[in-house]
């Protein structure tokens, strides 16, 4: 019997195990072809209908209305902070960004780089604890787009409500809590993940993107930078990433089977519950960092007392199995990344050694 790791990791983080199976089962005779998904031409029919299931099920799934894009691109979340600005800021235009952490400072000085920008609200003071109100939002209403983080990855804190903009396109980087519950689409002009935390492995990068708003884009960019390059070319202008694509269909299906967002919401609050509870009874053990109302379902955030003890807690933590739960290595302390396909067992038996280690540490 394989032992699966308790895979607590960031990202790129766990997959679903019988994802794996099927892959691997399918890996070297693919559908009948005599080859590997791999090896087909992303030419062929064969692979064409997987690159288009996945954009069906992404559709179905996160009920996307029918005037938006789905793109399957690379380069990451990360080329996303240049190609938004690239496409859509410019001399005379402006930008808002909310600044909710590390990811949000890199695509705010991504698009320094290409225009105007200001920040729309930070919370930085308060170390990245919580999601800025909706009324500490500030912007003119005549922004290119507003942008904003919706998971913060490294700080541990998520949006429970996005702003009404009005007439402002407004922009999310969902790369860490993509598909973990069900999300009004509709409220954005676009939408942009990359792959390798909810939805499969790294080098595949999501957008969802409103046709009205890719049609106010800039032309005079490179053209492999150029979304409606991808959009007309249903993101087969040049050679895709197909493995990933492939296992992104998988991970899309597998989410079908186990009953869609809102089964995928029930189990990803239940796994958050345990480990949050774990450090609300521990009489300041552990130290949550993120504010209560902005704490995220998919990166749960903490530090303990001192900095020994966190060590302590860390080296225990590996030698008992627990994969990837030291924090960032921007701020340390202590993270689980508790993504859609890690399974309650993990964060149960996690939230049993916090327990444990209180008892004999405390
Ligand atoms: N945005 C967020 C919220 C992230 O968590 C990450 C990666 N952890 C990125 C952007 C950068 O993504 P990539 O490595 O795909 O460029």
Same mark, same amino acid.
């Given at each position: 019997?394989?032992? +699966?790791?308790?895979?607590?990791?960031?990202?790129?983080?766990?997959?679903?195990?019988?994802?794996?199976?099927?892959?691997?089962?399918? &890996?070297? !005779?693919?559908?009948?072809?005599?080859?590997?998904?791999?090896? &087909?031409?992303? +030419?062929? /029919?064969?692979?064409?209908?997987?690159?288009?299931?996945? @954009?069906?099920?992404?559709? !179905?799934?996160?009920?996307?209305?029918?005037?938006?894009?789905?793109?399957?691109?690379?380069?990451?979340?990360?080329?996303?902070?240049?190609?938004?600005?690239?496409?859509?800021?410019?001399?005379?235009?402006?930008?808002?960004?909310?600044?909710?952490?590390?990811?949000?400072?890199? %695509?705010?000085?991504?698009?320094?780089?290409?225009?105007?920008?200001?920040?729309?609200?930070?919370?930085?003071?308060?170390?990245?604890?919580?999601?800025?109100?909706?009324?500490?939002?500030?912007?003119?209403?005549?922004?290119?787009?507003?942008?904003?983080?919706?998971?913060? $990855? @490294?700080?541990? $804190?998520?949006? *429970?409500?996005?702003?009404?903009?009005?007439?402002?396109?407004?922009?999310?980087?969902?790369?860490?809590?993509?598909?973990? *519950?069900?999300?009004?689409?509709?409220?954005?002009?676009?939408?942009?993940?990359? %792959?390798?935390?909810? &939805?499969?492995?790294?080098?595949?990068?999501?957008?969802?993107?409103?046709?009205?708003?890719?049609?106010?884009?800039?032309?005079?960019?490179? $053209?492999?930078?150029?979304?409606?390059?991808?959009?007309?070319?249903?993101?087969?202008?040049? $050679?895709?990433?197909?493995?990933?694509?492939?296992?992104?269909?998988?991970? &899309?299906?597998?989410?079908?089977?186990?009953?869609?967002?809102?089964?995928?919401?029930? +189990?990803?609050?239940?796994?958050?519950?345990?480990?949050?509870?774990?450090? !609300?009874?521990?009489?300041?053990?552990?130290?949550?960092?993120?504010?209560?109302?902005?704490?995220?379902?998919?990166? @749960?955030?903490?530090?303990?007392?001192?900095?020994?003890?966190?060590?302590?807690?860390?080296?225990?933590?590996?030698?008992?199995?627990?994969?990837?739960?030291?924090?960032?290595?921007?701020?340390?302390?202590?993270?689980?990344?508790?993504?859609? /396909?890690?399974?309650?067992?993990?964060?149960?038996?996690?939230?049993?050694?916090?327990?444990?280690?209180?008892?004999?540490?405390?």
């Amino acid at each position: 019997d394989i032992k +699966r790791a308790y895979n607590f990791n960031a990202g790129p983080s766990a997959l679903p195990l019988s994802v794996l199976e099927k892959a691997q089962q399918e &890996l070297i !005779d693919f559908r009948g072809t005599g080859m590997s998904i791999m090896e &087909l031409s992303h +030419r062929s /029919a064969a692979y064409e209908e997987v690159h288009n299931q996945a @954009i069906a099920h992404l559709k !179905d799934l996160m009920s996307i209305p029918d005037n938006y894009e789905v793109l399957f691109l690379q380069g990451g979340a990360s080329l996303q902070f240049s190609m938004i600005p690239m496409n859509f800021l410019g001399e005379g235009k402006k930008a808002g960004y909310v600044m909710t952490g590390s990811w949000s400072e890199k %695509a705010f000085a991504e698009a320094k780089l290409f225009g105007e920008v200001s920040q729309a609200a930070s919370s930085k003071e308060g170390k990245y604890r919580r999601i800025p109100r909706l009324a500490e939002i500030q912007f003119q209403g005549d922004e290119a787009y507003l942008h904003l983080t919706s998971n913060n $990855t @490294i700080y541990g $804190t998520q949006w *429970k409500e996005f702003p009404a903009t009005g007439n402002v396109p407004l922009i999310a980087d969902m790369s860490s809590d993509i598909l973990s *519950k069900p999300v009004d689409v509709s409220k954005f002009s676009m939408i942009y993940a990359g %792959a390798q935390k909810n &939805l499969g492995p790294s080098g595949v990068t999501v957008v969802i993107v409103r046709k009205e708003f890719l049609e106010k884009a800039n032309s005079n960019i490179p $053209t492999m930078l150029k979304y409606s390059t991808h959009a007309k070319n249903n993101s087969l202008y040049n $050679t895709p990433p197909t493995f990933g694509i492939y296992m992104l269909g998988e991970v &899309l299906g597998w989410v079908q089977e186990i009953g869609g967002l809102e089964e995928v919401v029930r +189990r990803n609050e239940e796994k958050a519950k345990v480990i949050y509870d774990a450090i !609300d009874n521990s009489n300041g053990f552990y130290i949550g960092h993120a504010e209560n109302d902005s704490r995220s379902l998919m990166n @749960i955030t903490f530090n303990l007392k001192s900095e020994e003890l966190e060590k302590a807690f860390l080296v225990q933590a590996k030698q008992e199995g627990f994969i990837g739960v030291n924090g960032h290595r921007s701020i340390g302390g202590c993270r689980a990344s508790t993504y859609n /396909a890690v399974p309650y067992e993990s964060c149960k038996a996690f939230s049993e050694f916090m327990e444990q280690f209180q008892k004999q540490n405390g």
